[in-house]
Nanobody
Framework: VQLQASGGGLVQAGGSLRLSCAVS????????MGWFRQAPGKEREFVGR????????YYPNSMKGRFTVSRDDAKNTVWLLMNSLKPEDTAVYYC????????????WGQGTLVTVSS
């Protein structure tokens, strides 16, 4: 099972970036596909998730409005669209997967670095 995150890079404040998470090795029907981020010296933070089947999304209040998670079944890919980026959004972003009943995410990608310049 592989989750391959990509699309990170350097972007100016106010800009947008779309990250992708390519899924291979199995299907995740019914799973939650989540995005997390971790800034230097900070704890990992939950950004949002989507249910692979059905496409329902959930975001913590702190992430609502600027972040959008979507998926493409045909491409086995999950996306994270980030708008109005701020320097404090600078972090390594990870995609992950878990069953809804699981307390933790079991599958993780390697992370992709997003740097937002002021």
């Amino acid at each position: 099972v592989q989750l391959q995150a990509s699309g990170g890079g350097l972007v100016q404040a106010g800009g947008s970036l779309r990250l992708s998470c390519a899924v291979s090795g199995r299907t995740f029907g019914g799973y939650f596909m989540g995005w997390f981020r971790q800034a230097p010296g900070k704890e990992r933070e939950f950004v949002g998730r989507i249910t692979w089947s059905g496409g329902s999304t959930y975001y913590p209040n702190s992430m609502k409005g600027r972040f959008t998670v979507s998926r493409d079944d045909a491409k086995n890919t999950v996306w994270l669209l980030m708008n109005s980026l701020k320097p404090e959004d600078t972090a390594v972003y990870y995609c992950a997967a878990k069953q809804p009943s699981s307390a933790r995410y079991d599958y993780w990608g390697q992370g992709t670095l997003v740097t937002v310049s002021s």
